[in-house]
C-alpha cells in the first residue's frame, strides 16, 4: 500500500479532518490508530499468512475437531491468501486474495482437483460473488464482472466495471459481497481507520445494481463488516462485523446483526456492541439511538465470512443456521477465536444458540503466533457440504457429514 | 537462545512450519545433537544451504555478508526470507542485482533459503551507536511502535525482519523507501509505519539499530 500526498488528502477529509494536507503530519497506520499512550510497550501486532502457502501434506489436520458424524479434509492447497469463496453454476470453486493480486478457480481436471490462478494483477480482490453465470470481483475500490466465466476458465472475459471509484482508504478496504433477493449486490466499506469519523459512505454496507450501477448506502456506523448473507426465511440481510481496537481483551465484542430497514443506523464510532460509549466518540450520541447487535460475538474474535445453511446434507437441525468464520485476535494478550462457529437463530432475528462448529486452528493462546490456521470465509457447496478458506496456509477445507 | 523465538513448543506438539522451522533453528544454531523429529521439519535446511551456494557471493557465506552493498540474511526469521524472495520473484519489489536471483525459484526453494538462513546465528553488529542517539532512537522504536512488530529487542519475528545489527545504509535506504512507496511490502503495514518518520528520524533510527545487538 503506497499512501501519497493525494491519497492522505483524502483521507483527512475522509475522516472529517480540517487540517491542510501539506500541513499534517502523516495519520497513524490505520491498525495502529486508537492506540493510547500507555499501550506504547504493547507487542501486540497484526499477523500475516504465508506468502506461499503451505501444502497439505505439511498441515496439522488431526488437531481439527468437528462434530460427531462430521468429517473435515482438505479440498484444495495451492491458494496462497485464500479468502471469500464462491461457487460457479458449474460447480467451479472461485476464491479471492487480499494482499495477493489473484483470483483462482478450483476445478477437477480429470479426476484430480486442482487450483489454478485465472484473474492476475488485480488489487485486493478479497470479494468473489457468482450468479446467473456472472463472477463479480470486489476489488479495492471498485466491482467488476466477469459475464460468462465458467466457459472460458482459460481465457476470462475482460471485465465490466459495476461500480468504479469507491474511497480510497489505508485500513479495510477489502471487500465481501452478497447477492440480494432483490438482484443487488450488498458489500462492506470498511471504516478507514481504527476508530474515526467516517466519511458518509464510509463504514456502512451499500448496495450496488449490477445492471444499472446504481447504488445506495442500506446501513451506516458498521465499522467493519466482511461477512453477510441473507436469512432464507426472513430475506433479511444478516452481517457479522468487527469491533474497534485497543480498548484491551475485554472489549467491545465483535458483533452479529441484523440489517431491520435500510439507513438503519448500528453505532460506529459512537457505540460498540449497542451498548458500550466509545471513549472518543461516545459523547456525540447516545448508544439509545442505535440498532443493538443480535449477538456479541467476543472480543477480538474477528468475525469474518457468514452463511445460512440451506443444503440438505447436514443433520435437519442445521438448516438455517448460521455458519460464522472467526479469524481469530491479533489485538488480544490472550488469543481467541481461529475457529468456525454455528449460530442457531430465528426467523425474527433472535439467537437461539452459539456453539463451535470447526475449532483446532489455536495451538496457545498466549503464544506468537497462536494458531497454525486462520479461517477467513464459508461457503455451502452443491451437495451441502461446507468450504472453509484459511488465509494463513492458502488452503479450502470441505466439511462433509454422514450418519 | 534468541529472543525472537516465542514458539514455547510443548513436547509432543506438532508446530507451524514457521515454528519448526524457528525450533530447528534454535536446535541447529545450538548444535544440540538430539534427534529432530523430522516430520516436523516442513522446510529442508540441509536443501537451503545447497541452494544457497549462489547466494555467498554477495550475501557473504551464510548470509553474514560484511558488505553494506548487500544486507545480512543470517538469522532473519524464516516467513520474513521466504516473503521477501516472493517480492522480489513477483516483481513487486524490485533490485537490479537481486530481482535475477529471485525470478525462477520455485514456493520449496524459498522455504528452504529461508529455513537455512534463519538456522544462521546474526553476526554481532559491525558498529555503535552514536552516543547522542541511543535514547533518540529509544524513544523512535517505542513511539512508532517499532517494538511491536518487529519484537522487544528489534530482532524480528515471523514475517517481520530483525532490524537490529543491519547496516545502517541499508536500514536508511530501506526506511526512505517505505516512506516514499518505492519499497513494496507485503500487506502495508510497514509502508504506514514509515509515514510518520522524517528523514532526521530515518538517520537516528539507522545509526541506533544498527548499533544493536543481534541476540
Known amino acids: 500500500m503506497k499512501i501519497n500526498a493525494a491519497l492522505t488528502a483524502a483521507l483527512l477529509l475522509a475522516a472529517g ?10 495519520p497513524a497506520p490505520s491498525w495502529q490508530q486508537g492506540m493510547s499512550g500507555d499501550q506504547s510497550t504493547s507487542t501486540l501486532h497484526p ?10 501434506s505439511e498441515l496439522q489436520l488431526g488437531k481439527l475437531k468437528v462434530p460427531p458424524g462430521f468429517k473435515v479434509e482438505v479440498f484444495a492447497d495451492g491458494i496462497p491468501d485464500a479468502r471469500a469463496i464462491a461457487i460457479g453454476d458449474k460447480g467451479t470453486v472461485f476464491v479471492g486474495n487480499r494482499n495477493q493480486s489473484n483470483v483462482y478457480a478450483i476445478v477437477s481436471n480429470g479426476g484430480k482437483r ?4 485465472i484473474l492476475k494483477g488485480l488489487n485486493s480482490p478479497n470479494g468473489v460473488l457468482f450468479n446467473k453465470g456472472t463472477l463479480y470481483v470486489a476489488e479495492r475500490e471498485r466491482i467488476l464482472r466477469y459475464d460468462g466465466i465458467e466457459n472460458n476458465l482459460d481465457n476470462p472475459p475482460a471485465p465490466k466495471v459495476v461500480i468504479d471509484g469507491l474511497p480510497q482508504q489505508p485500513g479495510h478496504f477489502w471487500k465481501t459481497m452478497a447477492m440480494g433477493p432483490d438482484g443487488k449486490i450488498y ?13 458518509y459512505i464510509q463504514a456502512s454496507i451499500s448496495r450496488v445494481d449490477p445492471d444499472t ?3 445506495e448506502v442500506v446501513a451506516t456506523g458498521v465499522r467493519n463488516s466482511v461477512g453477510m448473507d441473507f436469512d432464507p426465511r426472513s430475506k433479511k440481510l444478516w452481517f457479522s462485523s468487527n469491533a474497534r481496537d485497543w480498548l484491551g481483551d475485554e472489549g467491545p465484542a465483535d458483533i452479529l446483526s441484523m440489517v431491520k430497514y435500510k439507513g438503519e443506523e448500528h453505532g460506529y464510532p459512537y457505540c460498540h456492541q449497542g451498548d458500550m460509549a466509545d471513549p472518543i466518540y461516545g459523547k456525540l450520541r447516545s448508544c439509545k439511538e442505535f440498532a443493538a447487535p443480535v449477538h456479541k460475538l467476543g472480543p477480538h474474535i474477528a468475525p469474518l465470512g457468514m452463511r445460512f445453511y440451506t443444503g440438505s446434507m447436514f443433520p435437519a437441525e442445521y438448516k438455517n443456521n448460521i455458519f460464522l468464520a472467526q479469524h481469530g485476535s491479533w489485538n488480544r494478550t490472550v488469543k481467541q477465536g481461529y475457529n468456525v462457529i454455528r449460530v442457531v437463530v430465528d426467523p425474527k432475528g433472535r439467537v437461539i444458540k452459539s456453539e463451535p462448529f470447526l475449532e483446532g486452528f489455536l495451538t496457545d493462546e498466549k503464544a506468537d503466533p497462536p ?6 470465509d464459508v461457503q455451502q457447496m452443491k451437495d451441502g457440504s461446507l468450504l472453509v478458506s484459511d488465509d494463513y496456509n492458502g488452503v479450502v477445507y470441505r466439511v462433509s457429514y454422514s450418519k | 537462545m ?9 513436547a509432543g506438539e506438532r508446530k507451524t512450519a514457521a515454528g519448526a522451522i524457528a525450533l530447528a533453528a534454535v536446535f541447529a544454531a545450538a548444535l544440540f545433537a538430539l534427534a529432530m523429529p523430522s516430520a516436523v521439519l516442513a522446510a529442508d535446511i540441509k536443501a537451503g544451504e545447497q541452494k544457497a551456494q549462489v547466494c555467498a557471493a554477495c550475501h557473504g557465506p551464510g548470509g553474514k555478508s560484511a558488505n553494506p552493498m548487500y544486507p545480512i540474511l543470517a538469522g532473519q526469521p524464516a516467513q520474513f526470507t521466504s516473503t521477501a524472495l516472493f517480492e522480489f520473484r513477483e516483481g513487486k519489489r524490485k533490485n537490479a542485482q537481486m530481482s535475477p536471483m529471485a525470478a525462477n525459484l520455485s514456493n520449496a526453494d524459498l522455504n528452504d533459503l529461508a529455513a537455512y538462513f534463519a538456522a544462521q546465528p546474526a553476526p554481532p553488529p559491525l558498529r555503535q551507536t552514536t552516543p547522542a542517539n541511543v535514547a ?6 517505542v513511539k512508532n511502535a517499532c517494538i511491536a512488530c518487529h519484537g522487544a529487542k528489534l530482532l524480528g519475528q515471523q514475517q517481520m525482519p530483525r532490524i537490529a545489527g543491519q547496516f545502517q545504509d541499508y536500514l536508511r535506504a530501506q526506511l526512505t523507501g517505505f516512506k516514499a512507496g518505492t519499497r513494496a511490502d507485503m500487506d502495508g503495514t510497514m509502508s504506514s509505519a514509515a509515514q510518520g518518520l522524517s528523514p532526521q528520524d530515518i538517520d537516528v533510527l539507522a545509526d541506533y539499530l544498527s548499533g544493536l545487538p543481534t541476540q
Open chain 1, 114 to 117: 486442482e487450483a489454478k490462478v
Open chain 1, 47 to 56: 499477523l500475516a499468512g504465508l506468502v506461499t502457502g503451505r501444502p497439505a
Open chain 1, 213 to 215: 450501477g446504481k447504488f
Open chain 1, 371 to 376: 494458531m497454525w490456521g486462520r479461517p477467513v
Open chain 2, 136 to 141: 533518540a532512537g529509544r524513544d523512535l522504536t
Open chain 1, 17 to 26: 479532518g480540517i487540517a491542510h494536507a501539506q500541513q499534517a503530519a502523516a
Open chain 2, 2 to 10: 534468541r529472543a525472537r523465538l516465542q514458539f514455547q513448543p510443548q
Open chain 1, 187 to 199: 458489500f462492506n466499506i470498511g471504516s478507514p481507520g481504527n476508530i474515526v469519523l467516517p466519511g
